[in-house]
């Protein structure tokens, strides 16, 4: 894992997504990311929903140490405009805005996704900030790791912090 940029705080606007859910074990599932992916794109590729603007997202709503694996929460989502229509298990809603710390990492694969969240939290703690655990963190993804040389992931890990 590097970190590409350290954790910062800023406010993050509120985001119109269209997503997919998935309740159960995702830790380190690489399939259940690109299943529900798959999802996502096969409704918005024919919508030409996919533009340079759209950002894909995964938002999370536990803490992993906490909740039974069995019952993690997941939306993997991408920005849509207001007024897009969505059907049968595409769901839209609004992820809200606030005060997030924000790093930005890339990750070697799947597995560096968990120490980075920990990277973060450990970050809040040491400048003792709270988690906000009434609205959900998420991750912004910034690259194809099929693009990339190396198939490294670039995302911003983002804690919503109070």
Request: glycine share 8%; hydrophobic share 40%.
């Amino acid at each position: 894992m590097e970190i590409i940029n350290e954790p910062v705080i800023t406010e993050l606007e509120e985001r119109n997504v269209a997503y997919v859910s998935f309740v159960g074990n995702y830790m380190g599932d690489a399939s259940v990311f690109e299943e529900m992916f798959g999802k996502l794109f096969s409704w918005a590729g024919p919508e030409q929903l996919m533009g340079p603007d759209t950002l894909l997202m995964s938002a999370y709503y536990d803490d992993p140490g906490v909740t039974p694996p069995e019952e993690l929460k997941l939306d993997v989502c991408m920005t849509i405009e207001d007024d897009v229509e969505v059907e049968g298990e595409i769901k839209k809603k609004k992820i809200p805005g606030g005060k997030y710390a924000v790093m930005r990492v890339e990750l070697a694969g799947a597995e560096e996704y968990g120490p980075a969240w920990e990277k973060i939290v450990e970050w809040v703690m040491q400048n003792n900030l709270e988690i906000d655990t009434s609205r959900a963190s998420y991750e912004i993804y910034l690259n194809s790791p099929d693009e990339h040389p190396q198939g490294h992931h670039i995302l911003d890990v983002c804690m919503a912090v109070k």
